[in-house]
Structure formats: C-alpha cells, structure tokens
C-alpha cells in the first residue's frame, strides 16, 4: 500500500513511519525541506498552509491512504497559527485527497480538548472542549468525516515516549536545575498512551476496512494522576520528587493553554479499538512503559 505520512519528522510521525516500514508499505513522508524525512521513507515536498503545492504532491503520490499527524499542539500560544494549520491545513489536505482520487485518511485528533473532571470518555458522547487546541481539533475532525473520504479518526489522549516533549520538556528538565514542577497538587487523572501504541493504532486504522467511518480513542489501560507519572518518570531517572508550583504562576510563565493541557482530568476508554479493530498496548500502563521510555533514551 502507498502511505503518505504528514507530520512524518515528528514524534508520532517517526513512530508511524517505522511501523508502516516494517508492514512493508511505500511511505511518502510529506516535508516542507527534503531531506528531513524518516529513513526509508520517500520525502514528498508540501505544506499545509500551501494549498496549490499540497494538491500537486498528493496528485502525483497517488496514495492508497494518508495519515495526518502533522498539527500545532496544545501549547502553541498563537490561536490563529493553530487554526490555520489544524483546521485550514485540514481542509487543504482532504481537498488535495479528493483531487487525487479518494484515498483513505487516518485524522490523528486528540482526547486532550478540555477538562472532564475526572469522568470517563467514550466516544459515543461529546468531549468537553474548552481550548483553542482541542477547538481546532473538533473542527478538523468534522471536515474529515464530512469529506466524502473513506476516513478514519484516532484520538489519542497524553503521548509519551523516547522522544518529543516527554524527553525534550519533561525529562530534560526534570534533570535541570528548574526542575518540572506538578501544577497545583498534581491529583488530576492523566490518561496516557506511549508512541508505539500510538503509532500501532494508526497503522491498524489505515489497514483495517473495519476503521472507516469510525472514531476511536486512544489510551493505555491504567490512568495515572498527574503527579504520580511525573514521580514515576523522576524515580526512574533516579531523582527526587517534583515540586509543586500554584496553577496562576504557571499560567504566568507557559500560558494557559498549556497549563488546561497539564491539570485536565479525565479517563479515556480504549474498549472499541480493541473490540473493533483487535488493538492492544504493548505498553498496558506507565508501570511499564516509562521505565522501558527512559531505558531507551539510556540506550
């Protein structure tokens, strides 16, 4: 099968790419700057925000599915860039697989839209949705769905892994002299998946017939609050616990969309990807996955 892969240099992307490799598909990964694709992929020159350039490169892929992974995330401040790239972005790519031909879109979106205090998420019900991020996300979802494409939407709730903001944000400063602090008491649930199940999902969703039309979410089987997977992650490193830093400072210093991200409360179930398309973590909890996280970026 012919995979084009946006967002393909990113932390799911790179996972996404590897696996479809491995199932012995032909990957195009779509990049502004050839030469940043994942290895064995195929670079395909295009952006979002080009419409034109987009609908030319996807024409002459001619691909059997797309997974579109590439997005600006929850803390990106500017709202306008959000919407431009999740949502018009969005837009520009479903027009370019409809000039080519219809293939099948995977829609990478996101539980992570809001707080849900606490409740469990089913993705037979609305998600709360209180941020510019998880906004442009719903809308994108709809224009996916509504295309006339053979999609497929994969919602995953908090990524981890040897890579992206785990080991770039959380990790490196976690060994740092600031430290990352626990906003507020840290009791929130988390509902955290790692980027191979991710990844897994995904490739499940663009393989599977069983996928189309359908919206699944994402998420490991164990939620862990807040503060415990952070202590968990430092224990790991070897480390002290976190520290605890007020919700306002927070908000003062990495803005608020980033901090609705971090104290959002919510469960998440994984009940239909496993029931419908046979999907199952290798990674059941961060019990098991955070210590195999920091072994590899050991490594």
Known sequence: MRVV???????????VCRQLLERGHDVAALVRRPGSEPAGTKALAGDLT?????R?????????????????????RDERRIREVNVEGTRRLVDACLAAGGPRIVFASTVVTGDAHGALLTEDAPLPVTTPYGRSKQEGERIVLGS?????VIRPSHVYGPGGWYAHDLV???????????????????????VEDVASACVTAAEADAAVGEVFHCADDAP?????????????????PPRRIPAAIARLVAGPNAVAAV??????????????????PRYPSAQEGVPATIAALAA
């Not at 892969?5 to 996972?15: D, I, N, Q, R």
């Not at 009940?271 to 398309?277: E, H, I, R, T, Y």
């Open 5 to 15: 892969v946006t967002g393909a240099s990113g932390f799911v992307g790179e996972a």
């Open 50 to 54: 080009d419409g034109d350039r987009l």
């Open 56 to 76: 030319d490169g996807i024409v002459a892929a001619a691909p059997d599915a797309v997974v579109h992974l590439a997005a600006e995330i929850a803390t990106q």
């Open 148 to 152: 006339g494409l053979p999609a497929v």
């Open 172 to 194: 490196a400063r976690l060994r740092g002299p600031g430290r990352f602090a626990v906003i507020g008491r840290g009791d929130n649930l988390w509902d955290v998946v790692h």
């Open 224 to 240: 862990i609050t807040c503060y415990d997977f952070l202590a968990l992650t430092a224990r790991e490193l070897g480390l002290g």
């Open 263 to 280: 104290v959002r409360s919510a469960r998440s179930s994984n009940a239909k990807l496993k029931g419908v398309l046979g999907w199952q």
